[in-house]
């Protein structure tokens, strides 16, 4: 039923989908469904705003669900905080444990899916294109947090800069990615690689690891 297994569907609140739907979609909202959230979420802001883009179903956005094994929804809490603006298209999967802390721009292509215990920390732009899949414990921030200063000039050199996925982008665990990063389509992020906007990728249909090219003219199986 809307996509969930047996084990998801138990863990389905039926309030927390409610008022989702509602403080952001309004009545409409009430009678679609299409966003469906776990008792395992917790909302930490719901300010700003959500749009859906695209052909929607009921449930075709999911939030805060159990899928992979070695993590317990329990002790996992996903986490909603959103100050800012929210583009998400239909397949968009949150696994549990994942967190999601928005004062900028997210926009979510279709099939986004991250299966558990991943951070998304935005305080200008991040984007995701289609079919962009992220394994557990990555993280993706587009801050430093703290501003670093030029003691001669006074100016700061280290700005919050945007973060750009292309389609196909496969991450391995434990993936970092930093602000200015840009990813072109069909790239595999090979496990606990750090990403940054140091340089310019030119090569898609490759592997990546730690920033360097390690296998090109390859494709991935969802």
Same mark, same amino acid.
């Given at each position: 039923?809307?996509?969930?297994?047996?084990?998801?569907?138990?863990?389905?609140?039926?309030?927390?989908?409610?008022?989702?739907?509602?403080?952001? %979609? *309004?009545?409409?909202?009430?009678?679609?469904?299409?966003?469906?959230?776990?008792?395992?979420?917790?909302?930490?802001?719901?300010?700003?705003?959500?749009?859906?883009?695209?052909?929607?179903?009921?449930?075709? $956005?999911?939030?805060?669900?159990?899928?992979?094994? $070695?993590?317990?929804?329990?002790?996992?809490?996903?986490?909603?905080?959103?100050?800012?603006?929210?583009?998400?298209?239909? &397949?968009?999967?949150? *696994?549990?444990?994942?967190?999601?802390?928005?004062?900028? #721009?997210?926009? %979510?292509?279709?099939? %986004?899916?991250?299966?558990?215990?991943?951070?998304?920390?935005?305080?200008?732009?991040?984007?995701?294109?289609?079919?962009?899949?992220? #394994?557990?414990?990555?993280?993706?921030?587009?801050?430093?947090?703290?501003?670093?200063?030029?003691?001669?000039?006074?100016?700061?050199?280290?700005?919050?800069?945007?973060?750009?996925?292309?389609?196909? /982008?496969? %991450? *391995?665990?434990?993936?970092?990615?930093?602000? =200015?990063?840009?990813?072109?389509?069909?790239? /595999?992020?090979?496990? =606990?690689?750090?990403?940054?906007?140091?340089?310019?990728?030119? /090569?898609?249909?490759?592997?990546?690891?730690? &920033?360097?090219?390690?296998?090109?003219?390859?494709?991935?199986?969802?």
């Amino acid at each position: 039923m809307f996509g969930l297994s047996k084990r998801q569907l138990l863990s389905l609140s039926i309030p927390k989908t409610i008022y989702f739907n509602y403080r952001y %979609f *309004g009545l409409h909202g009430l009678f679609s469904f299409n966003v469906l959230c776990s008792r395992y979420v917790k909302f930490r802001s719901l300010k700003g705003n959500v749009e859906l883009d695209g052909k929607l179903t009921t449930g075709c $956005v999911k939030i805060g669900f159990q899928e992979v094994s $070695v993590f317990d929804n329990k002790f996992e809490r996903t986490i909603w905080e959103n100050y800012g603006d929210i583009i998400i298209a239909p &397949g968009f999967f949150l *696994g549990s444990g994942s967190r999601i802390s928005n004062h900028g #721009s997210m926009m %979510f292509g279709e099939n %986004f899916h991250v299966s558990a215990k991943s951070t998304f920390i935005c305080n200008k732009k991040i984007f995701f294109g289609k079919d962009v899949l992220v #394994s557990w414990e990555c993280l993706f921030m587009d801050t430093d947090f703290h501003q670093i200063m030029d003691n001669k000039t006074d100016r700061c050199i280290n700005e919050d800069r945007d973060i750009y996925i292309s389609d196909r /982008v496969w %991450f *391995g665990c434990k993936c970092i990615v930093l602000k =200015g990063s840009e990813i072109l389509r069909d790239t /595999v992020i090979a496990a =606990g690689s750090i990403v940054s906007g140091g340089g310019k990728q030119t /090569v898609h249909s490759c592997v990546i690891a730690d &920033g360097e090219v390690i296998k090109s003219d390859v494709s991935w199986i969802r």
